[in-house]
């Protein structure tokens, strides 16, 4: 969102913005100060500011949201079995407590910084700004961020990634799109997780997965996939080498450009 | 419960405005809120009451605005009403549609008084001895 443009001015909103300039008296004659900003500016200020850091060094960052217990952990685990011979990567984790998660990335010979939230249901754009500095961006391919597993409040906060991938598992059912639609609208990929129980949980039908999402106006890609028996593994690589592979050209691009 | 976070990032900019336009006070703080944006008008509200104690918009009260679900659709070209869970063309029944209300999460204005309000420096002794006869 922005603040100078007055793109936050919607067809739908405004009506609400009132006539005669920044300054303009109510009815009662108190002082009405217009603003329009969105609620989470600063976050999305720092995002942006994340953001133009992986663009520097043509990082490729990756914002990981699920339930919890949907297999983010393990998906990471097994993309970096894939990948870690070709790429540098790193993961930043979230959770409400323990360093758990980050002990089995460090396992597969991958830096990980935990963020432990206390309390707080989601990452935000400054927790992801600290965790930054302690990650050696140069020497990095992909950063993975694993948000706090949670369908609803991450929804709302950019971290400054390049995308978004929103896994949904095989157990959790399939019109989680329906019931989740803030965060199945901000995914730019969806992973149908632990697809190896598909013949066990046959009420979970992937084209019905496929359809809800479709009726939240997204066109994002959905695959099958099983991080315990490698099914699928090979579309969401391909996928993620395009992704890095586009971002080099961009930022390549970018860096080529007269400033 | 992340409205509290959204909350706590609109006290800060409240402050922030209100601090300068040298307010006195905060009356009111008008928000635009739709259900795509992930925040519950009534969740941000409670948490609105802890926030803004002690602030300078301690007694302020907080207008939600609730926008409607509203898309344009990419193949017919018309507007139509929808839901948050199916934002399909009400005309058409395309699912390429473009959503162009109902995600915001915006702070609108706010209405504040302010001893210079008046411009005159009348105004602004007639506020001073008042300040001072409630600090002895």
Redesign the interface.
């Known amino acids: 969102m922005c603040d100078t443009c007055g793109c ?1 001015v ?4 405004a009506h ?3 006539a005669g300039g920044r300054l303009s008296k ?1 009815e009662n004659g ?14 999305d200020h720092t995002a942006a500011h994340n953001r133009e850091h992986f663009n520097k060094h043509g990082v490729l960052a990756i914002n990981l949201m699920s339930s919890p217990g949907a297999g983010k952990t393990s998906l990471l685990e097994a993309t970096i079995d894939a990948l870690k011979d070709e790429l540098a990567m790193a993961v930043i984790e979230g959770d409400l407590e323990t360093e758990n998660d980050a002990g089995r990335i460090r396992a597969h010979g991958v830096p990980a910084i935990q963020i432990t939230t206390g309390s ?3 990452l ?1 754009a400054h927790m992801v700004h600290d965790a930054l500095h302690q990650l050696d961006l140069q020497k990095l391919d992909i950063v993975f961020i694993e948000n706090v597993g949670n369908l ?2 991450p ?3 950019d971290l400054g990634q390049h995308r978004n991938i929103t896994l949904l598992s095989v157990p959790e059912g399939d019109d989680k799109p ?2 989740y ?3 199945f ?1 901000t995914a730019d990929l969806v992973l149908l997780s632990k697809s190896d129980l598909l013949p066990v949980l046959d009420d979970f039908n992937p084209e019905n997965a496929r359809r ?1 999402l ?4 997204s ?1 994002a890609p959905v695959f099958e996939l099983s991080a315990k028996n490698a099914d699928g593994m090979d579309a969401w690589i391909h996928w993620l080498l395009a992704e890095l592979a586009e971002l080099e050209h961009r930022c390549g691009r970018l860096a080529a450009e007269p400033a | ?2 409205e509290l ?2 909350c706590q ?2 006290m ?2 409240v402050e922030r ?1 209100a601090s300068e ?1 040298q ?1 006195d006070q905060v ?1 009111t703080i ?3 809120i ?1 259900p ?4 519950e008008p009534r969740l941000l509200e409670q948490a609105f009451y802890v926030a803004r104690a002690g602030s300078i918009a301690a007694n302020a009260e907080l207008v939600t ?1 609730s ?2 679900v ?2 344009s659709c990419n193949q017919c070209g018309q507007l139509s009403d929808a839901l ?5 063309c009400g005309h058409c029944g395309d ?20 001893q210079t ?1 008046e411009d005159t420096a009348g105004a602004q002794d007639s506020f001073a001895p008042a300040r001072r006869s409630y600090n002895s």
């Open positions: 936050n919607t067809p739908g909103n609400l913005v009132q109510t108190h002082e009405a100060i217009d603003v329009l900003h969105g609620l989470l500016d600063a976050n707080a249901c989601h935000d609803v409040c929804a709302s906060f329906a019931k639609p803030v965060m609208r809800y479709r009726e939240l106006a066109s | 419960m992340h976070a959204i990032a609109l800060e900019q405005i336009e307010a009356l008008h928000l635009a739709g795509l944006s992930g925040v605005e926008m409607p509203q898309v948050p869970s199916r934002l399909v699912w390429r549609t473009r959503l162009v209300s109902g995600d915001e999460m915006n702070l609108l204005h706010i209405e504040l008084v302010r309000s």
